[in-house]
Structure formats: structure tokens, C-alpha cells
């Protein structure tokens, strides 16, 4: 995850969020550790790496959205079963 915040998305970051391009401004990437909580923004540069030793595995995550979103990326969510949609941008595929 990078020290960074990205506020303008718009002709900047990719239609699915990517934003390699612009590591080079965002400071020194700082590797999460296992069982930690990290409180990151929809703003927030942050990468998926390889798991050690090449194996494969699982991931797991938990989103929680408290406030404004630039972006709701429909297929990497889930839906409110309420019905209840978020007042952003949704991308689509």
C-alpha cells in the first residue's frame, strides 16, 4: 500500500482502478503485515502481490463502506441486499 492519496481519478486511473503508472509520485510502497487492520480510502494506491514460495492460497478481506465513494466497482462488490446503491460512479465489468 502506498502513503498516497489519489484525488483527482478522472483520465488518471484506469477503468478498474489501475494506477502503476503513477508510483513513481506516491512515495515508498509499505508491505502489509498478517493480522493487522488497515484503514485504506477508495483513494488509496494499493497492489495485490504474490503469495511466498510461489503456492497458491487464499486471500481474505473485509470492505467496510462508511462515507462517499469516488467509484463502486459493481463486479468486486456485493450488492446491498436492501437494495440500497451507492451515490458514485458505478463501473460496470
Known sequence: VWPAKIKKTRGVVGPHG?????????????????????????????????????????????????GELSAWYEQHSTANPLGVMPKARIIKG
Not at 31 to 52: F, G, I, Q, R, V
Open 18 to 66: 489501475e494506477c502503476e503508472h503513477l508510483s513513481e509520485w506516491c512515495g515508498e510502497p509499505e508491505k502489509m503485515s498478517a493480522n493487522y487492520l488497515y484503514w485504506l480510502t477508495d483513494m488509496t494506491p494499493h497492489e495485490s502481490l504474490p503469495l511466498p514460495g510461489g503456492k497458491g492460497g487464499y486471500r481474505q478481506f473485509f470492505r467496510l463502506v462508511t
